[in-house]
């Protein structure tokens, strides 16, 4: 079974920074197409926010360029969130997001969420 452990969620004044972290564990882990973060604000649909490809290709959502930045350790299985310059807008829950490679194409693959509030 495939276990993502997300942690560094917090309370975080606006201006400030917090960096997440998320850990890939399997019996056997398949190679890894990719690892990133999404996150779901309160009455929203989960959205993308980085994500990291095996080459080191990444993406952003626009609203992070500039102040997140995604990193991995593939020797960990591991994934960071580096996150800057943050906004109340930022407060949501964070969710780790994993694509393995499989027989049928790929497997995707969501951790439990870390919540992450931006707040006076």
């Known amino acids: 079974q495939v276990q993502l452990v997300e942690s560094g969620g917090g309370l975080v004044h606006p201006g400030g920074s917090l960096r997440l972290s998320c850990v890939a564990s399997?019996?056997?882990?398949?190679?890894?197409?990719?690892m990133g973060w999404y996150y779901q604000a309160p009455g929203k649909e989960r959205e993308l926010v980085a994500t990291?490809?095996?080459?080191?290709?990444?993406s952003y959502a626009d609203f992070v360029k500039g102040r997140f930045t995604v990193s991995r350790d593939k020797a960990k299985n591991t994934v960071y969130l580096e996150m800057n310059s943050l906004k109340p807008d930022d407060t949501a829950v964070y969710y780790c997001?994993?694509?393995?490679?499989?027989?049928?194409?790929?497997?995707?693959?969501w951790g439990n969420g870390t919540l992450v509030t931006v707040s006076s």
């Open positions: 990291i490809t095996n080459n080191g290709r990444r």
């Open positions: 399997a019996g056997t882990m398949p190679p890894i197409l990719a």
């Open positions: 997001y994993l694509r393995l490679d499989h027989y049928v194409g790929y497997m995707d693959y």
